[in-house]
């Protein structure tokens, strides 16, 4: 008589060879949507759809999503800009793609302190940020602060270069309510964001002078490229590094 464990035996590993055959298949059509089939379908809808294209407050994704809201403004250099931030102690935040994806969850589930984890690429004036910079939050990616920046085509009265952008708090990473795609879930506050940036860039000593834009935002509450809610009081900070920082 055939003995009965050798018969269990191939149908245990015929079993794990069909569950490891669809997560694979898991794996790809989630690959497929995130990545390639729900990105497209936005870009068509923004096609037929220009209402729906960011307003100049806010930025937007690359597939045509609304962004982060703008609340923050600087009117310095590029030189005086990355330095001030360095003398915050923010670093220079890497760009986002898929192997980076991938690391940044990685570094998420096993604790591993990044200082230049990537940020992903929003956009405005049809380009994406000049510059993006970071502050982590203890040994994990998961949170952190951040902001990007863009570089205005004018200047200040004074012949400075002027930049606006976007601060906002990430308090974990997950999956984009919108696409699927692996991203950092902001926190929806973005006032206390912005506070606490200038409350940085205040401590360097580096700042001439510190201003504040009242009513920039008329509409105070929206939902950003990963599906996440924000609100603010609709105020656009503005600090001025001072001239004669390098």
Known sequence: MEDESEITLPRRRTRVKRVVRLLAIFVLVWFL????????????????????????????????????PLNVGLIGSKEQI??????????????????????????SVLSRPDDEAPVSSLYLFGRKEDL?????VGDNPRHRHHVRLWKLDRESKTGREEWIGSA?????????????EITHVTAPDVDVERDYLFECLEKTGELASHSIDYGFHTHLEGRNG?????????????GVIAEDVP
Do not use: C
């Not at 330095?83 to 991938?102: C, M, V």
């Not at 906002?168 to 699927?180: A, I, N, W």
């Not at 990963?226 to 503005?238: E, K």
């Open 33 to 68: 949507a995130a990545y390639l089939i729900v990105p497209f379908a936005w870009d068509r809808y923004a096609e037929h759809h220009p209402a729906f294209d960011a307003s100049p407050r806010i930025t937007e994704t690359g597939d045509h999503h609304p962004g982060d």
């Open 82 to 107: 990355e330095n001030i931030f360095k003398s915050a102690e923010w670093y220079p935040a890497a760009s986002l793609g898929l192997k980076s994806d991938l690391e940044i969850a990685a570094d």
């Open 132 to 136: 993006a910079f970071e502050q982590p």
């Open 168 to 180: 906002v708090y990430d308090e974990r990473v997950g999956l984009s309510r919108t696409t699927g």
């Open 226 to 238: 990963g599906g996440d809610p924000w609100h603010t009081d609709g105020n656009l900070f503005i």
